[in-house]
């Protein structure tokens, strides 16, 4: 069996790298990636791909992470959130 001169096999190894390269996005951002590539996936052979993905099992074992990293808490009224930004050390003028 064949799909678009790739057989299962290439297509399966094709399917991991892709899933690699997108670190990971899930079904959806695979199989973007691959048909932006015109790597000719569909999207049962994705999900196929990511059941059978380590690092993904592994993933699905953890908890996420509460408040997610990277997002800056925002209070609702002036003062509930205090906040400071470092910058320097700056040079002394001469």
Do not use: N
Request: hydrophobic share 35%.
């Amino acid at each position: 069996l064949t799909r678009g001169g790739y057989g299962l096999q290439q297509l399966f190894m094709l399917g991991k790298w892709a899933h690699s390269q997108t670190g990971h996005k899930g079904v959806q951002g695979t199989w973007q990636w691959a048909q932006q590539r015109g790597i000719p996936l569909t999207q049962i052979q994705v999900k196929d791909i990511i059941a059978k993905c380590p690092v993904c099992q592994e993933a699905k074992k953890w908890p996420p992470l509460t408040p997610l990293p990277g997002k800056i808490h925002r209070g609702q009224k002036p003062g509930q959130v205090w906040q400071v930004d470092y910058i320097g050390p700056l040079s002394l003028p001469c």
